[in-house]
């Protein structure tokens, strides 16, 4: 089985600070995690992944994720925020090599205040 | 990267009716599904759309009330049937060239159903 956590339900971070949303998963063999970003009225645009190799992987939107298996983690990271960057935050897991359907989180709502 | 287009974009229905939801691919994908999602909610998997048989449904949703289709390997589409108002969702349509060296799903608009 797998699964994901998003232990936030919002994150709250000032324009320019930099920003962390959180993610831990559970699964079987070989994760492959993945980071979707959804804003209002849209369906989830796909942001980053890590399959395999360099343990940080970097995405669309200067967003980059840093996957940490003892901790079995995959936070998503921003050196500074925007404020175009508040929405809806999703990260997603499958098992590399079983099933293709990804486990969603429930979501972080992240709000960049000006 | 696949752009899949999703419509309509939104709609208001009354109870007992039904609205087909399509999804067109720009590209061949191996798989697509369809879910549901409550406003600032998580995604709930209704099911996946098999290209030529019987979509594969996930437990608590029935081919009956959700019908799909998938004739092709671009198109498909989710009926919800008999409607009520606890239908009332984001419905999303995903897709992917997945298990042909691609990784991803990406996703449709996602279409905003009321049911009144």
């Known amino acids: 089985a797998q699964s994901v956590a998003q232990p936030e339900d919002q994150v709250n971070v000032a324009e320019g600070n930099p920003l962390t949303v959180k993610c831990t998963y559970s699964v079987s063999g070989n994760p492959y995690l993945f980071w979707y970003v959804q804003y209002p009225n849209r369906g989830l645009q796909f942001l980053l992944k890590?399959?395999?190799?360099?343990?940080l992987v970097k995405g669309s939107y200067g967003f980059e994720a840093e996957f940490n298996k003892s901790q079995t983690s995959f936070h998503l990271k921003k050196p500074s925020a925007l404020v175009s960057d508040s929405a809806l935050y999703f990260c997603?897991?499958?098992?590399?090599?079983?099933?293709?359907?990804?486990?969603f989180g429930r979501g972080t709502s992240l709000i960049v205040h000006p | 990267s696949a752009v899949i287009s999703q419509k309509p974009s939104r709609d208001i229905c009354q109870r007992g009716t039904s609205l087909t939801i399509q999804c067109q691919v720009d590209?061949?994908?191996?798989?697509m599904f369809w879910y549901r999602q409550q406003p600032g909610q998580s995604l709930t998997l209704i099911a996946t759309?098999?290209?030529?048989?019987?979509?594969?449904?996930e437990s608590g949703f029935v081919i009956d009330k959700f019908p799909i289709s998938r004739p092709n390997l671009t198109f498909s589409t989710l009926t919800v049937s008999n409607m009520s108002p606890e239908d009332s969702s984001i419905y999303l349509c995903s897709g992917g060239r997945l298990g042909l060296g691609n990784t991803e799903a990406f996703f449709g608009q996602g279409t905003r159903l009321t049911v009144v």
């Open positions: 759309a098999n290209q030529g048989s019987e979509a594969t449904y």
């Open positions: 997603a897991v499958r098992e590399g090599g079983g099933s293709y359907i990804p486990t």
């Open positions: 590209s061949q994908v191996t798989m």
């Open positions: 890590y399959i395999t190799g360099d343990n």
